[in-house]
C-alpha cells in the first residue's frame, strides 16, 4: 500500500509526518509542536460475532488498538459503517451503541461518520489521539536482551470460526467475546512505565506476521517459547477439529520464509500461530530490567520470547523460556 503513495508523496518533504510514509506503522503520527503529534489509524470488518452489540464493541476496541499500540491516547472517532438496505435497522443501532459506548470507556467521543449501503454489514472507525513525542512507540526499536510480552491470550480466530460453523462452545465464545472487547489502554499504560520503545497489536497477521513486522523494521530476531503462549479456553480443541479462517494460509504463505519452528512444535501449534486474531492484545519488546514495572500494572500479561541479534527472523522453540 505505500509504494504507490511514495509515487506521489516523497517523506522528505513532510517532516512533521513522523510515521506514515517511511515504514508500515499501526497509525501515521503527525508533529504539531515540540512535544506533542496527533496518531490517526483506520480499520472496519464484517461481523466475527453474532450479537451486533458486541460484534460493534468489538470492532470499536479494535480500531482504537492501533492509537494505544502507538503509545498514544484516543481523542475522537468516525463512524464507518457498510450496511443492507434490507435488514432490519435495529442491528444497526445495536452495532453503532457498541461502538459508541467502547469509545466512550476509552476517554474518547464519536464525533460523525459515513455509510453506504452494502450486501454485507461492516463497522469500523477511523480514530484520532494524541501521543507526546517523548512516548511514541511504533513497530521498529526492539534491541537485543529485551523481553518480549504479550498482554492478551490468542486464539479469537479460531474460536470466531468455529462460532460460524455452530461447533463452538458458547462458554468459550463467551470468554473470547470478552476479551475482544478489552481496551488495550492498560496495556498501554504498562508499557509506558516500562519504557518501551517498539510494540505492535496482534491482528489479522496472527502473532508471527506481526512479530516478523517488529524484528524486520528493529533490524533484530524474535525467539518464540511455545509453551509460554496463552491461549484461549476452548482455542486449541478448536484447531484440533480444523476450526481455521482463509486468513491462517495466506499468513503462512507470505510470512514463513522468516520463521522457522523447533523440530517439538507441531503442525497444529504452528498453524495456530499463523492465524489471525481479532481486537488481539499488545506484543511488547521491553528492556529486561523494566520487566516487573510492566507486570505489577498488568500482572496477566505473559513473557513469551526474546529479543536477539539478527534480520527480521521469528524462531519459535518447544520451550517456556
Known amino acids: 500500500m505505500l509504494q504507490p503513495l511514495r509515487e506521489i508523496f516523497n517523506a522528505a518533504d513532510y517532516p512533521d509526518l513522523l510515521v506514515g510514509l517511511h515504514a508500515a506503522d499501526d497509525a501515521a503520527v503527525y508533529r504539531l509542536d515540540d512535544k506533542q503529534a496527533i496518531v490517526t489509524t483506520t480499520d472496519f470488518f464484517p461481523p466475527v460475532v453474532d450479537d451486533?452489540?458486541?460484534?460493534?464493541?468489538?470492532?470499536?476496541?479494535?480500531?482504537?488498538?492501533?492509537?494505544?499500540?502507538?503509545?498514544?491516547?484516543?481523542?475522537?472517532?468516525?463512524?464507518?459503517?457498510?450496511?443492507?438496505?434490507?435488514?432490519?435497522?435495529?442491528?444497526?443501532?445495536?452495532?453503532?451503541?457498541?461502538?459508541?459506548?467502547?469509545?466512550?470507556?476509552?476517554?474518547?467521543?464519536?464525533?460523525?461518520?459515513?455509510?453506504?449501503?452494502?450486501?454485507?454489514?461492516?463497522?469500523?472507525?477511523?480514530?484520532?489521539?494524541?501521543?507526546?513525542?517523548?512516548?511514541?512507540?511504533?513497530?521498529?526499536?526492539?534491541?537485543?536482551?529485551?523481553?518480549?510480552?504479550?498482554?492478551?491470550?490468542?486464539?479469537?480466530?479460531?474460536?470466531?470460526?468455529?462460532?460460524?460453523?455452530?461447533?463452538?462452545?458458547?462458554?468459550?465464545?463467551?470468554?473470547?467475546?470478552?476479551?475482544?472487547?478489552?481496551?488495550?489502554?492498560?496495556?498501554?499504560?504498562?508499557?509506558?512505565?516500562?519504557?518501551?520503545?517498539?510494540?505492535?497489536?496482534?491482528?489479522?497477521?496472527?502473532?508471527?506476521?506481526?512479530?516478523?513486522?517488529?524484528?524486520?523494521?528493529?533490524?533484530?530476531?524474535?525467539?518464540?517459547y511455545l509453551r509460554a503462549l496463552p491461549w484461549l479456553p476452548g482455542a486449541v480443541d478448536n484447531g484440533k477439529n480444523g476450526a481455521f479462517p482463509g486468513g491462517m494460509a495466506n499468513n503462512l504463505n507470505y510470512f514463513s520464509p522468516w520463521v522457522m519452528f523447533e523440530s517439538g512444535v507441531t503442525t497444529l501449534m504452528q498453524d495456530m500461530l499463523w492465524t489471525p486474531e481479532t481486537s488481539g492484545g499488545l506484543l511488547a519488546a521491553v528492556p529486561e530490567s523494566k520487566v516487573s514495572d510492566f507486570l505489577d500494572i498488568l500482572p496477566g500479561a505473559a513473557i513469551v520470547g526474546e529479543v536477539l541479534p539478527g534480520d527480521g527472523h521469528i524462531e519459535v522453540v518447544d520451550s517456556t523460556g
Not at 510480552?149 to 462460532?163: Q, Y
Not at 517498539?198 to 524474535?222: K, P, Q, R, Y
Request: hydrophobic letters at 45%.
Open 52 to 224: 451486533p452489540y458486541d460484534f460493534g464493541a468489538i470492532a470499536a476496541a479494535n480500531a482504537l488498538s492501533d492509537i494505544y499500540a502507538m503509545g498514544g491516547k484516543p481523542l475522537y472517532a468516525i463512524n464507518l459503517v457498510a450496511f443492507p438496505s434490507d435488514l432490519d435497522l435495529t442491528y444497526l443501532r445495536s452495532i453503532l451503541r457498541g461502538g459508541a459506548e467502547k469509545v466512550a470507556e476509552a476517554g474518547a467521543v464519536i464525533a460523525g461518520g459515513h455509510s453506504v449501503n452494502d450486501k454485507e454489514p461492516k463497522y469500523g472507525l477511523a480514530v484520532t489521539g494524541t501521543v507526546e513525542l517523548s512516548s511514541i512507540k511504533t513497530k521498529g526499536g526492539s534491541e537485543p536482551g529485551e523481553v518480549l510480552i504479550l498482554t492478551k491470550p490468542l486464539g479469537t480466530g479460531v474460536v470466531t470460526t468455529a462460532l460460524k460453523q455452530e461447533k463452538a462452545r458458547s462458554e468459550d465464545v463467551a470468554v473470547a467475546i470478552e476479551s475482544m472487547k478489552t481496551l488495550n489502554s492498560k496495556a498501554a499504560e504498562a508499557a509506558e512505565a516500562a519504557n518501551v520503545k517498539s510494540m505492535t497489536d496482534i491482528t489479522g497477521f496472527g502473532l508471527l506476521g506481526h512479530a516478523h513486522e517488529m524484528a524486520h523494521l528493529g533490524n533484530v530476531n524474535f525467539r518464540l
